[in-house]
Nanobody
Framework: QVQLVESGGGLVQAGGSLRLSCAAS????????MGWYRQTPGKQRELVAA???????NYADSAKGRFTISRDNAKNTVYLQMNSLKPEDTAVYYC??????????????WGKGTLVTVSS
């Protein structure tokens, strides 16, 4: 059974930093694109940053210059380094991974989410 396990959320003051991690485990052949999304109450989940298996990255405008996504392919782990955090970054952050499982089908998987709270 494939699982995405996130860690690293918490409470931080504005201007501070947090690093989120997400490890994919279970039986799969390949981890393709991986990324981070976030969601606040009453709003749709939105992309924060994504990274391909080759290292190409994509960021939301709100994340550019402050957040950095990276991955360790050997560990099937994706990271999100968040600097200069603002109160508007407060949200539940979800890890996403596009995985090819043992049946050769590629699907999107989601973590359970980790709460990031930025106080002013």
């Amino acid at each position: 059974q494939v699982q995405l396990v996130e860690s690293g959320g918490g409470l931080v003051q504005a201007g501070g930093s947090l690093r989120l991690s997400c490890a994919a485990s279970g039986a799969f052949l390949n981890a393709n694109a991986m990324g981070w999304y976030r969601q606040t109450p009453g709003k749709q989940r939105e992309l924060v940053a994504a990274i391909t298996s080759g290292g190409s990255t994509n960021y939301a405008d709100s994340a550019k210059g402050r957040f950095t996504i990276s991955r360790d392919n050997a560990k099937n782990t994706v990271y999100l380094q968040m600097n200069s955090l603002k109160p508007e970054d407060t949200a539940v952050y979800y890890c996403n991974a596009r995985l090819t499982t043992m049946d050769y089908i590629t699907r999107d998987y989601w973590g359970k989410g980790t709460l990031v709270t930025v106080s002013s």
